[in-house]
């Protein structure tokens, strides 16, 4: 069955560093997401991804992210000046339609976690 | 008003025991809901989609309520296996994208 992959699983960096965490989405899913998990609290969306543009962001997302699909596999989100509270967990997702079919639903992948110090 | 919102539990039951679980959101115009299920530390897996006329897949059981805004699951026959932390999920629609909302969970142990 495909799946959406991430890596790495685990990322440790410093605070103010830049880190890009990769996603490889189902083959031919054609909408892309990021969410995040603070430990302990609920998933909160971050940012949505279609054909090469972001189609809808939260507040979360601000200038210190971006999105890229760089090639026709990968989608990253860079986060570009870390902060002690950008430690969470990752997840990307992806979606073949975005909705009004039962196939628009979003798999997510097993998440990358990442802790600033 | 948190927009979608969960007893946290935790709910603690035997083998065997039926459980429920709801769920109240905000957003009237919401058009789809989910029930996820997450492991400790692992990524949201759909459990179910739910359906207003209320579904039923096996062991578990989702209905909707529009007019309250009410969402519930019901697992009948718990095993041991359905320990987990079981999300509410919304899903809003905007200019014809899609993103979902989550409830912050109900976690349920399931014990010998």
């Known amino acids: 069955e495909p799946e959406v992959t991430q890596t790495p699983s685990h990322q440790v960096t410093q605070m103010g560093q830049e880190v890009i965490l990769r996603c490889v989405p189902i083959s031919n899913h054609l909408y892309f997401y990021w969410y995040r998990q603070i430990l302990g609290q609920k998933v909160e969306f971050l940012v949505s991804f279609y054909n090469n543009e972001i189609s809808e962001k939260s507040e979360i997302f601000d200038d210190q992210f971006s999105v890229e699909r760089p090639d026709g596999s990968n989608f990253t989100l860079k986060i570009r000046s870390t902060k002690l509270e950008d430690s969470a967990m990752y997840f990307c997702a992806s979606s073949r339609w975005t909705s009004g079919t039962s196939t628009d639903t979003q798999y997510f992948g097993p998440g990358t976690r990442l802790t600033v110090l | ?112």
């Open chain 2, 1 to 112: 008003r948190k927009e979608v919102e969960q007893d946290p539990g935790p709910f603690n039951v035997p083998e065997g025991a039926t459980v429920a679980f709801n769920c109240t959101y905000s957003n009237s115009a919401s058009q789809s809901f989910f029930w996820y299920r997450q492991d400790c530390r692992k990524e949201p897996k759909l459990l179910m989609s739910v359906y207003s006329s209320g579904n039923e897949d096996g062991r578990f059981t989702a209905q909707l309520n529009r007019a309250s805004q009410y969402i519930s699951l019901l697992i009948r026959d718990s095993k041991l296996s359905d320990s987990a932390t079981y999300l509410c999920v919304v899903k809003e629609t905007s200019g014809g994208y899609n993103k979902l909302i989550f409830g912050a969970g109900t976690r349920l142990a399931v014990h010998p």
